[in-house]
């Protein structure tokens, strides 16, 4: 069974500056899919960014990057130069081989302050 | 987020029947029920994979999924809980175990039902 586990329940930063998120999971698998998705106040779910397993590269979009650290378990997500609307919910998630599945941590509060 | 919508947005009950509709316009043929309670991350109930279900095992039966052709999902409820209060969202994807599947989903904006 996968787990997915994010232990930062609220974050808060001001703005313009960088934040960190951590995220472990747990898996059989050989093969999987990470992602983090952000829900903002209005409730809209929106998917930001994917690591495959079998890339050692960390994914890149925009201002959001990965950490990944394939023998820890570990897809932390960082924000560089935060806005005022980065501020919402950030799901950490992961996909199971089947591809049937995604499972989602408990989620990580963020506000960013003027 | 128009790709995706779903009706209605806000639904009130006491103990009667309802049904949640979904329909997306990205050409996906894999589409999904997640019920999000307070405060939690959101949950798979059902997945339709190229309209064969996989059900969840632990959601109640009084919540029945229909999937009339590949871009339409349907939530059928009957006597609801006050334990069914929650966001329901729709979402869709490629088909799961498919070459252009990359396992990311699209949200709908989420259908909030409040049971009295």
């Known amino acids: 069974a996968q787990k997915v586990t994010q232990t930062q329940t609220s974050i808060s930063v001001m703005e313009k500056t960088t934040v960190t998120m951590d995220c472990v999971y747990e898996t059989q698998d050989s093969s999987y899919f990470l992602f983090w998705y952000k829900q903002t106040a209005s409730g809209e779910i929106v998917f930001l960014i994917r690591?495959?397993?079998?890339?050692?590269e960390n994914a890149t979009v925009g201002h959001y990057s990965l950490n990944f650290q394939k023998p820890k378990s570990s897809i932390g997500l960082i924000i560089t130069a935060t806005q005022i609307e980065d501020s919402a919910v950030y799901f950490c998630?992961?996909?199971?081989?089947?591809?049937?599945?995604?499972?989602f941590g408990i989620g990580t509060r963020v506000l960013v302050r003027p | 987020n128009t790709k995706i919508t779903q009706s209605p947005r806000y639904l009130i009950l006491g103990r009667a029947n309802k049904s949640l509709e979904c329909e997306q316009h990205?050409?996906?043929?894999?589409m999904y029920w997640y019920k999000q309670s307070a405060e939690k991350p959101p949950e798979l109930m059902f997945l339709?994979?190229?309209?064969?279900?996989?059900r969840n095992e632990t959601v109640p039966s009084r919540f029945i999924p229909e999937c009339p052709d590949s871009s339409k999902l349907l939530l059928h409820i009957s006597a609801v809980d006050p334990e069914d209060s929650a966001v329901y969202f729709c979402a869709s994807s490629q088909a799961p175990g498919t070459p252009a599947n990359t396992g990311q989903l699209y949200f709908g904006e989420g259908s909030k039902l409040t049971v009295l």
């Open positions: 990205l050409g996906h043929n894999a």
């Open positions: 998630a992961m996909r199971n081989s089947a591809g049937n599945k995604l499972t």
């Open positions: 339709y994979n190229l309209k064969q279900l996989i």
């Open positions: 690591q495959d397993s079998y890339k050692k």
